[in-house]
C-alpha cells in the first residue's frame, strides 16, 4: 500500500499549493496588512478626535446604596404617576438617578430642554444597556457601578429608553421614558 492512498494531516496532498507566492498575491498581501494598520491607528485617533467619548464620572456603589439613592431622588422630585412608575422632574442641575432592572427603567423622567443634568445610570441585578430611542444614544449599565453622564437634552418630545443588553427573559419588555419639555 503506498502512502498516498491515506489522506491523514501528515501526508502531503496533491497539487502546488507550496509553490512560492505570486507577485501579485504579495502586494495585496501588503495592501491588506497596511490597511490592518491603518484601521488600527484610527481607534487610538477617533478617542483622542473623534468627539464621542462620554463625558462620564465613574463610581463604584453596591446595587443596594444605588438603589436608595434612586429612592431618594424619587421621595424628592416625584410629581406624579404612570403605570406604577414614579415621574420625577429634578429642578435644573440637579443630579438625577435612573436604575436599570429586570425588567424596568426606574423612574420616568421630565427634564427641560437645554438645562444641564446628571444623569447617573446604574443596575441592580444584571448588565443592561441604556438606549434612547429614537436618538441613537447608547451606554452600558452595570451594577456595581454609578456611572455619572452630563447631558444636555438639545430637542423637546417624548423619549422611550429600550434595554439594549439582553437581560432575561422579560428583556423586551424593559422600555422606560424620558420627557423633554421646552
Ligand atoms: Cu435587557
Redesign the pocket.
Known sequence: MSTHEFHSAVVAPQGIWWAPTGRQEKTWIAIAFAWCLVLFAMMPFWHFKGGQNPSGIRYRVTPEAYEARVERFVNEYKIGEESGIPIVEPPPGADVYLVGRQ?QWYPALKLKKGVQYTLHLSASDVN??FSLYPVNLNFQVLPGYDYGLRVVPNRAGDFRII?N????IG?HL?VGKVLVVE
Open positions: 425588567w443592561h444597556g434595554c443588553e439582553f437581560c432575561g428583556h424593559m
